[in-house]
């Protein structure tokens, strides 16, 4: 039986992105890219900017328009005060549950 990866990441991909734009102001390709050098290489951009779209709409995220050396202006992430409280329990919360997994993974 293979492990659907894209299942166990649904989930706590949010919480990634918002932790990446909490550290600086991205737009999506670069998210996908940082992703991708943190070893999630298998998200897609397509899986990115819907994402990003219900983090706006929830407010965890707000975006802004920069003009680019390379085309035409890109549109930037910034994490708001509710993302930053989103990150916060959420860590508090996977610690928790990686804990009790990796407890159970190692019976």
Request: contains cysteine; aromatic residues 12%.
């Amino acid at each position: 039986m293979e492990i659907n990866t894209s299942q166990i990441l649904k989930g706590t991909l949010e919480a990634c992105i918002l932790q990446l734009i909490k550290n600086q102001d991205m737009y999506g390709y670069e998210i996908t890219e940082q992703l991708s050098n943190y070893g999630l290489d298998m998200v897609a951009q397509g899986t990115i900017y819907p994402l990003l779209l219900k983090l706006e709409k929830e407010e965890l995220v707000t975006s802004y328009l920069k003009e680019s050396n390379f085309g035409p202006p890109r549109k930037y992430y910034s994490i708001t005060k509710q993302g930053e409280e989103y990150v916060f329990s959420f860590k508090n919360t996977w610690g928790n549950i990686s804990t009790t997994i990796n407890s159970i993974l190692n019976i």
